[in-house]
């Protein structure tokens, strides 16, 4: 079975860290684009970062540039995301999500719609 679960998730002050990570299962953990998402309340979700397995390639939101981070560990098959600096417009629902591609060239490309396997979630709740 197919699966991502997301964890790392809580409440934080502004100016904190996180550390989120994303388990993979039930897929060789190659050629995969991974990512990054988040929803606030009455927002659109939208793609916070992104990364290739198989090389170094990765793209972020403006917003996050210089603050996140995302990595992997494809022994663990585990893919992270560091966030430095929160700030309260961070907080927001965390989605890990999945699909596989043959390069970084389609991986930066992807957005929500493109993938095909996702997490159940996990909450970040940045506070002044």
């Known amino acids: 079975q197919v699966q991502l679960m997301e964890s790392g998730g809580g409440s934080v002050q502004a100016g904190g860290s996180l550390r989120l990570s994303c388990g993979a299962h039930?897929?060789?953990?190659?050629?995969?684009?991974m990512a990054w998402f988040r929803q606030a309340p009455g927002k659109e979700r939208e793609i916070v970062a992104s990364?290739?397995?198989?090389?170094?390639?990765?793209y972020y939101t403006e917003s996050v540039k210089g603050r996140f981070t995302i990595s992997h560990n494809n022994a663990k098959n585990t893919l992270y995301l560091h966030m430095n600096n929160l700030k309260p417009e961070d907080t927001a629902m965390y989605y890990c999500?999945?699909?596989?591609?043959?390069?970084?060239?389609?991986?930066?490309?992807?957005?929500?719609?493109?993938?095909?396997?996702w997490g159940q979630g996990t909450q970040v709740t940045v506070s002044l």
């Open positions: 039930g897929f060789m953990y190659t050629s995969y684009c």
């Open positions: 999500a999945a699909d596989s591609v043959l390069s970084w060239n389609s991986c930066e490309v992807l957005r929500g719609a493109d993938f095909g396997i």
């Open positions: 990364t290739y397995l198989d090389d170094d390639g990765t």
